[in-house]
């Protein structure tokens, strides 16, 4: 068979660079596209092994030595955790690549060798190849980040003073800040809709200061605000008038939920 090896170390060149890119962005690292197009450079070298008779154990060796010596060039060494961390996101990321181009490989290959192209002319493969990679590791990062998100959803039940309660799908706002100046209690905002009506009409005023906006909340006291099995009675229940957040949230906590109680 025909084995375009320059287009194989190119296209690994490619793989690579697109790796470390997506670690670079989805850790905020801020490396220089100079550093990581050396640390994706270094790693093509394991391409040449592909033409060197060394057992299975001392290749997967040489590819972890390889593999963290990319990291280290493209971000650099900070301590025991940063490193760890780059290259974990560099595997996990590896791992979603790889998939996705064996999954792309047999279903648009006329014929398969491992991670050899063999074709008389160059293939439509190849083109996928390129184009969808970027796009399916773009996908991957942005669905991980709302996977991660989902980490600040919580369910909530509110206890009023009359004795009722309700139970509310909450989102952890770090943003919501918001105490009243005269009790020094917290305020979680809730949808109205999900207030009962007898409820409402115990409101008082809180004033509140964001970084745009002042005015008066609607407010109302509670008798506690339970969050995994543990309650509080040091808040009050701001009423939203509109739609909070999508996903079906009807309570945004406050800041200092996550400080008492989860």
């Given at each position: 068979?025909?084995?375009?090896?320059?287009?194989?170390?190119?296209?690994?060149?490619?793989?690579?660079?697109?790796?470390?890119?997506?670690?670079?962005?989805?850790?905020?690292?801020?490396?220089?596209?100079?550093?990581?197009?050396?640390?994706?450079?270094?790693?093509?070298?394991?391409i040449f092994t592909l033409f060197l008779s060394i057992s299975s154990i001392l290749l997967f060796l040489f590819k972890i030595?390889?593999?963290?010596?990319?990291?280290?060039?493209?971000?650099?060494?900070?301590?025991?955790?940063?490193?760890?961390?780059?290259?974990?996101?560099?595997?996990?990321?590896?791992?979603?690549?790889?998939?996705?181009?064996?999954?792309?490989?047999?279903?648009?290959?006329?014929?398969?060798?491992?991670?050899?192209?063999?074709?008389?002319?160059?293939?439509?493969?190849?083109?996928?190849?390129?184009?969808?990679?970027?796009?399916?590791?773009?996908?991957?990062?942005?669905?991980?980040?709302?996977?991660?998100?989902?980490?600040?959803?919580?369910?909530?039940?509110?206890?009023?003073?009359?004795g009722g309660s309700i139970e509310v799908n909450s989102y952890l706002d770090t943003g919501n800040k918001l105490i009243d100046?005269?009790?020094?209690?917290?305020?979680?905002?809730?949808?109205?809709?999900?207030?009962?009506?007898?409820?409402?009409?115990?409101?008082?005023?809180?004033?509140?200061?964001?970084?745009?906006?002042?005015?008066?909340?609607?407010?109302?006291?509670?008798?506690?605000?339970?969050?995994?099995?543990?309650?509080?009675?040091?808040?009050?229940?701001?009423?939203?008038?509109?739609?909070?957040?999508?996903?079906?949230?009807?309570?945004?906590?406050?800041?200092?939920?996550?400080?008492?109680?989860?």
């Open positions: 068979m025909t084995v375009y090896v320059d287009l194989v170390f190119f296209l690994n060149l490619f793989f690579d660079f697109l790796l470390l890119l997506t670690v670079n962005n989805t850790l905020k690292r801020n490396a220089s596209l100079k550093r990581l197009f050396l640390g994706a450079f270094v790693g093509s070298i394991t030595v390889l593999s963290i010596l990319m990291c280290t060039i493209s971000f650099g060494i900070k301590d025991k955790k940063y490193v760890i961390q780059n290259l974990s996101y560099f595997y996990m990321t590896s791992t979603v690549l790889g998939g996705f181009l064996y999954f792309l490989n047999l279903t648009f290959a006329e014929s398969h060798y491992g991670i050899i192209f063999s074709y008389e002319s160059i293939s439509v493969n190849y083109l996928f190849l390129v184009i969808f990679s970027p796009v399916m590791l773009y996908i991957y990062v942005k669905q991980r980040k709302s996977v991660v998100c989902y980490g600040q959803y919580y369910r909530a039940v509110i206890h009023f003073l009359n100046p005269v009790t020094k209690k917290k305020i979680v905002i809730v949808n109205e809709k999900k207030i009962p009506k007898n409820v409402r009409k115990q409101i008082i005023y809180v004033p509140y200061n964001t970084l745009n906006y002042h005015g008066l909340m609607k407010c109302f006291k509670i008798d506690s605000l339970e969050i995994n099995g543990k309650m509080s009675k040091n808040y009050l229940v701001g009423i939203s008038e509109g739609e909070l957040l999508r996903d079906g949230v009807d309570c945004i906590l406050n800041f200092f939920c996550a400080e008492e109680m989860l």
